[in-house]
Nanobody, 125 residues
């Protein structure tokens, strides 16, 4: 089993920034592609960003391109999501996820093997 623990969420004003972290343990982190998803109240879980195990491939959902950046530090077993120019519509619980297999995109939740518990991000207008 792999354990994933998100941190860094909070309350921020529109236009502000937050950096989410997801610390992994229990498995060899560098063997896993890592994704970030979010879920707002009453909505389905939504793909945000993905980075391959080596970091050479990234995907973003269109609504966060140019504002969010995913990165990873395999020495620290941690994946990050830098979120800039935050908007109220970014308000959600943010989850990190890990998968060992390679797929054409990072968008499908069912392709991930492990999930964290989530961290709340609230952007006030």
């Amino acid at each position: 089993q792999m354990q994933l623990a998100e941190s860094g969420g909070g309350l921020v004003q529109t236009g502000g920034s937050l950096r989410l972290s997801c610390a992994a343990s229990g498995r060899t982190f560098s063997n896993y592609g890592m994704g970030w998803f979010r879920q707002a109240p009453g909505k389905e879980r939504e793909f945000v960003a993905y980075m391959s195990r080596t970091g050479d491939t990234t995907y973003y959902t269109d609504s966060v391109k140019g504002r969010f950046t995913i990165s990873r530090d395999n020495a620290k077993n941690t994946v990050y999501l830098q979120m800039n120019s935050l908007k109220p519509e970014d308000t959600a619980v943010y989850y990190c996820a890990a998968r060992s297999r390679t797929f054409p995109s990072g968008r499908t939740p069912a392709t991930y093997d492990y999930w964290g518990q989530g961290t709340q991000v609230t952007v006030s207008s």
